[in-house]
Nanobody
């Protein structure tokens, strides 16, 4: 079955960096669009970055220039490199595979202290 397993979250000081990873299985990874979303306490889940099968990328305005999404089809892994982190980046980060599978990972917590 479709599975997405995130890792790499943690506690970091403002201005620091983290790299999230999402390992996928159970579907055609190389032909799938993927995305990272996040959800902060009391807020709606929002798209952070997405990447097409052809590695075209798109970012939320709030993370442009600071975050980079990438993929490794051989490893069936999508990454989110986060730099210049801010306290407002604190959230649970979720990996998502787009249609036709439309599945979420379990999430990984990112906490940025000021």
């Amino acid at each position: 079955q479709v599975q997405l397993v995130e890792s790499g979250g943690g506690l970091v000081q403002a201005g620091g960096s983290l790299r999230l990873s999402c390992v996928a299985s159970g579907f055609g990874f190389s032909v799938s669009g993927l995305a990272w979303y996040r959800q902060a306490p009391g807020k709606q889940r929002e798209m952070v970055a997405r990447i097409t099968r052809d590695s075209s990328t798109d970012y939320a305005d709030s993370v442009k220039g600071r975050f980079t999404i990438s993929r490794d089809n051989a490893k069936k892994t999508v990454y989110l490199q986060m730099s210049s982190l801010k306290p407002e980046d604190t959230a649970v980060y979720y990996c998502y595979v787009q249609a036709p599978w439309n599945r979420w990972g379990q999430g990984t917590q990112v906490t940025v202290s000021s």
